[in-house]
C-alpha cells in the first residue's frame, strides 16, 4: 500500500470537519463525500462522527481502491460504502444503497492528490507525458482525442470559456495547423505549441499552457456540467438541518457554487412585496461568510490549499414545493441555474 498520508494533505481540513460533522451526531447519520479521493477528509469525518456512516463516490478505481485500504487501515471500514461512479451518479449510488436522505454532503473538487502527483496521466504540464487527463480511466475520450478531433471553434469555446484563456483562438488555430502534418499526443508538444503562441509580454506568472491544460482537463472530465447537476440532486436529498459543504479551487467552480447557495439563501419574492410567503423564505441558512480561504500558514505547508474558496450551507427548512420542480430541471441539466451575483 501506498503511504497515503505522505501525498495527500487535505485543504482546511479542521475547517471541513467543523462544518461537515455538527449535523452527524446521531445513530444512523449519513455523510456522502462525493470527491473521496485519498479519503483524507473522509476519514476525519468518521473519527469526528462516531455515529455516522460515509458513503465515499468517486470515478478514479485507483484512488477508491487505495481510500478502502486506508479506511480499513483506520478501523472504520465497517462505517464505510465505497462507490465507484461520477459524482452525478448521486441518485443511483444512494437508491442502491436504499437511502433516500443524508444528513451532510462534502465536495472537494478539481484533481485530487493522486492525480497531481501521478505524472503519467498527463494532468500536469510540469511533466512530458500522454496528453490523457481523464479521471475515470475506463472512458474513451482523453485530451489526445479532443485535440485530434475538436475544430478551431470548438477549441477556441473551451479555452475561452474554461480556461479563461485571452489568447484562446489563436491557439485553437495552431492546433488544427500542426495536427494536420504531426498528433498532438503528448503534454510536453502541447507546452511548446502554446509558448510559440503567446506573447512574452502578455504572459502571467507560471506556465503558459495552464489555462489550456485547466480547459482541456474541464472538458474531458465533464466536470462543470457534472457540478450543475450534483448540487440540487444533493438537495434534494438532504435531511432538514443537513450540510452541503464545498471546496472549489478555480472561479468558474466557485461560481456554480456560489449561484446555487444563493438561490436557497435569499427571499423569493418582489423588492417591494410587504408580507414574504412562508414557501418563498430562504430554505439554506450560510454557515460561511462568503468563501472561506486558506491562512497563509497552511498555503506555506500545503501550496494546493493557495486558491481554495470554502461555501457551506445548512438546509433550515423543507425545500418549498414550488422549488423542487426548478431543482429537478437543474439536477436533469434541463434549466440552467439562475440567481447570485
Not at 476519514?43 to 484512488?63: C, H, Q, Y
Not at 502541447?190 to 491544460?213: C, E, M, Q, W, Y
Amino acid at each position: 500500500m501506498k503511504d497515503i498520508t505522505a501525498i495527500h494533505a487535505p485543504v482546511l481540513l479542521q475547517d471541513c470537519v467543523d462544518l461537515v460533522t455538527p449535523s452527524l451526531q446521531h445513530k444512523g447519520a449519513i455523510v456522502v463525500d462525493c470527491t473521496l479521493g485519498l479519503a483524507g477528509h473522509a476519514t476525519a469525518f468518521l473519527k469526528a462522527a462516531p455515529f455516522a456512516t460515509l458513503i465515499g463516490i468517486d470515478r478514479d478505481s485507483e484512488a477508491l481502491s487505495l481510500a478502502t485500504q486506508r479506511m480499513r487501515s483506520e478501523g472504520l471500514e465497517n462505517r464505510f460504502i465505497p462507490a465507484h461512479a461520477a459524482f452525478d451518479e448521486i441518485d443511483e449510488v444512494l437508491q442502491e444503497n436504499s437511502i433516500d436522505r443524508i444528513d451532510a454532503a462534502f465536495m472537494d473538487l478539481g484533481l485530487s492528490s493522486l492525480q497531481i502527483d501521478e505524472t503519467d496521466r498527463g494532468f500536469s504540464y510540469s511533466h512530458d507525458t500522454a496528453l490523457d487527463m481523464r479521471m475515470d480511466t475506463t472512458q474513451a475520450t482523453t485530451a489526445a482525442t479532443i485535440l485530434a478531433t475538436y475544430d478551431s471553434r470548438e477549441l477556441t469555446r473551451i479555452f475561452r470559456e474554461y480556461g479563461e484563456e485571452r489568447f484562446a483562438s489563436p491557439i485553437a488555430r495552431r492546433i488544427v495547423e500542426v495536427r494536420a502534418t504531426e498528433p498532438i499526443a503528448t503534454s510536453g508538444q502541447l507546452v511548446s505549441l502554446v509558448d510559440s503562441v503567446i506573447p512574452k509580454a502578455h504572459r502571467a506568472t507560471g506556465n503558459p499552457a495552464k489555462r489550456v491544460f485547466q480547459a482541456l482537463r474541464i472538458e474531458v472530465n465533464g466536470e462543470l456540467d457534472k457540478l450543475s447537476r450534483t448540487l440540487p440532486k444533493i438537495a434534494l436529498h438532504l435531511r432538514e438541518h443537513g450540510r452541503l459543504v464545498v471546496e472549489s479551487y478555480h472561479s468558474l467552480e466557485d461560481t456554480a457554487v456560489k449561484r446555487f447557495m444563493n438561490q436557497g439563501l435569499t427571499v423569493d419574492v418582489p423588492a417591494n412585496m410587504p408580507v414574504i410567503p412562508d414557501d418563498a423564505q430562504p430554505f439554506f441558512k450560510a454557515l460561511t461568510r462568503g468563501a472561506m480561504k486558506a491562512s497563509k500558514e497552511e498555503i506555506v505547508h500545503n501550496t494546493r490549499s493557495s486558491s481554495v474558496r470554502l461555501r457551506a450551507v445548512e438546509l433550515c427548512r423543507p425545500i418549498p414545493e414550488r422549488w423542487i420542480p426548478r431543482l429537478e430541471d437543474e439536477a436533469a441539466g434541463r434549466k440552467a441555474i439562475k440567481g447570485g451575483r
